[in-house]
């Protein structure tokens, strides 16, 4: 049973940046896929970077040039690196997972592991 720990949220004023990390255990063979989710208030969940088991990346258009997505294999743990925070940021951010090489369309039914969250708050 794969179990992730998201950490690394916090406040911060717009324009600064945060790091969230996402710690995976109990992993233990085969091709992974992984994402970064986030969800305000009233919203859907919506995906915000995703790395395939090739290491392909992709990114949700409010966030290009501004987030990147990565992964330490040896330390089994996924990154988000924040930059340019903006209010609109704000979110619970919640890792996910699954077993699987790629992932065509990043939507929250296309993983089957998930954090607990952590939130992110950006004030102006």
């Known amino acids: 049973q794969v179990q992730l720990v998201e950490s690394g949220g916090g406040s911060v004023q717009s324009g600064g940046s945060l790091r969230l990390s996402c710690a995976v255990f109990g992993y233990t063979y085969g091709s992974v896929c992984m994402a970064w989710f986030r969800q305000a208030p009233g919203k859907e969940r919506e995906g915000v970077a995703s790395i395939d088991s090739f290491g392909s990346t992709t990114y949700a258009d409010s966030v290009k040039g501004r987030f990147t997505i990565s992964q330490d294999n040896a330390k089994n743990t996924l990154y988000l690196q924040m930059n340019s925070l903006k209010p609109e940021d704000t979110a619970m951010y919640y890792c996910?997972?699954?077993?699987?090489?790629?992932?065509?369309?990043?939507?929250?039914?296309?993983?089957?592991?998930w954090g607990q969250g952590t939130q992110v708050t950006v004030s102006s």
């Open positions: 996910a997972a699954v077993y699987a090489h790629r992932i065509v369309v990043v939507t929250p039914t296309s993983y089957n592991y």
